[in-house]
Structure formats: structure tokens, C-alpha cells
Nanobody, 127 residues
Framework: QVQLAESGGGSVQSGGSLRLSCAASGYTVRGYCMGWFRQVPGKEREGVAFIDSAGRRRYADSVKGRFTISQDNDKNTLYLQMNSLEPEDTAMYYC?????????????????????WGQGTQVTVSS
């Protein structure tokens, strides 16, 4: 059974940093496609970044140069380092997996569909 567990969210001031973690069980992050999405109440979930099976990284334009997605294969964990945070980054952040490469890894970050989702971790950035 695949489980994804996010952690690392919190409240920071504008310009601050946070690192989100997504611990995977029942699923190997190495060589598979995983990503980060975020959602604000009343709005559609949006893609933030993903890393595909070949290790290529894709980012939403709004986070390029500020966020970095990475993974630790030994810890079977996905990360999202978020720097220069802005109030517009406030959202619930979700980890996602697309093992069959047929959802967000195929269609891109504009297609917020995945086979597996974590429970989410809240990020709040104050001005």
C-alpha cells in the first residue's frame, strides 16, 4: 500500500524559507515520478514542481528560481526547498506520485492528477 506523508510546513514571514518533506512507503521514489502541488481554499489545485523518472525537474513559472525539488533515495523521501517565500505561496502543499507516467508526469504541471496523494502540509507566509 502506497502512503505519502508530508511534513515541514509552518508559518514564516515574507522572504523566509521552509523545506517540505514527503516520506514514501510502499513506493520507491528512485526512478519514479513525484511532484508537489498546492491548493488554496476555493481554488483549483496547482502544480508546483515535479521530478520525473529520468531525474529531470520541472517548475511552475511562479516558483522558478525560488523553489528546488529533490529526493533522497536512501531515505525514500522527496523534498521541496522553498526560499524567498511570498504571501502568494500560502497554501496547503501536497506530495503526489504518478508511477504509471500517465498523469501529471505526462501532461505536465497544468494537469493536477495523480495516482497517490499525501494528506498535505500547510504553509502560511505573512507579509
Amino acid at each position: 500500500q502506497v502512503q505519502l506523508a508530508e511534513s515541514g510546513g509552518g508559518s514564516v514571514q515574507s522572504g523566509g524559507s521552509l523545506r517540505l518533506s514527503c516520506a514514501a512507503s510502499g513506493y520507491t521514489v528512485r526512478g519514479y515520478c513525484m511532484g508537489w502541488f498546492r491548493q488554496v481554499p476555493g481554488k483549483e489545485r496547482e502544480g508546483v514542481a515535479f521530478i520525473d523518472s529520468a531525474g529531470r525537474r520541472r517548475y511552475a513559472d511562479s516558483v522558478k528560481g525560488r523553489f528546488t525539488i529533490s529526493q533522497d533515495n536512501d531515505k525514500n523521501t522527496l523534498y521541496l526547498q522553498m526560499n524567498s517565500l511570498e504571501p502568494e505561496d500560502t497554501a496547503m502543499y501536497y506530495c503526489a506520485a504518478d508511477p504509471a507516467l500517465r498523469l501529471f508526469c505526462y501532461y505536465g504541471l497544468g494537469h493536477p492528477r495523480a495516482d497517490y496523494w499525501g494528506q498535505g502540509t500547510q504553509v502560511t507566509v505573512s507579509s
